[in-house]
Each structure stands twice: as structure tokens, then as C-alpha cells.
């Protein structure tokens, strides 16, 4: 349970969300669109590749991409 879901943790206590919502449009692979409160939401994380743009570029760090979830089981 929650196996995928732990791949992306965004933290909406600091996800503002910023102006122009970066980490949607940062995102190669369509993971991220933005929910009925402009925040992102995880929509495809089966796509996600960990590449860590998303969570690079976030002004607000609010994104964190978790490396080891593999493993964390
Ligand atoms: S880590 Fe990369 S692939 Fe995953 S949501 Fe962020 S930008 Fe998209
Ligand atoms: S880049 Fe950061 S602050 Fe902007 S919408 Fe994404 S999570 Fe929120």
C-alpha cells in the first residue's frame, strides 16, 4: 500500500502554490496537473522516472522525491 505514492511527497503546507505552478510544467511526463486548488496533484506517478526537476525547481521546496522508496518498501 502507498508503495507509488511515496515515490512523490509534496509537502502543500509550503506549496504556496507558486505563481505559473512550476513543477507541473517542469515535468516531462505528465505526473503532476494541478487540482481544484491550483496545487499539484500526483496524477500519473507510475511515469515518474525520480528525475528530481520538479522537486529542483521548486521555489518553495515544497517537493521531495524519495531515491530509496524502492527499497523503504
Ligand atoms: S521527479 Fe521528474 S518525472 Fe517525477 S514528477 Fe518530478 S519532474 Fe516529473
Ligand atoms: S513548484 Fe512548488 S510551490 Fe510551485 S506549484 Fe509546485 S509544489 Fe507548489
Known sequence: MGK???VI???YSKCSPCSGLICIGVCPFGVLEAGTD???QIV???SCT???VCANLCPLK???INQNE???K
Do not use: F, M, Q, Y
Open 50 to 52: 525520480r528525475c528530481g
Open 70 to 72: 524502492s527499497k523503504d
Open 38 to 40: 491550483d496545487k499539484p
Open 9 to 11: 511527497l509534496i509537502d
Open 62 to 64: 515544497a517537493i521531495t
Open 44 to 46: 500519473d506517478v507510475v
Open 4 to 6: 507509488h505514492n511515496s
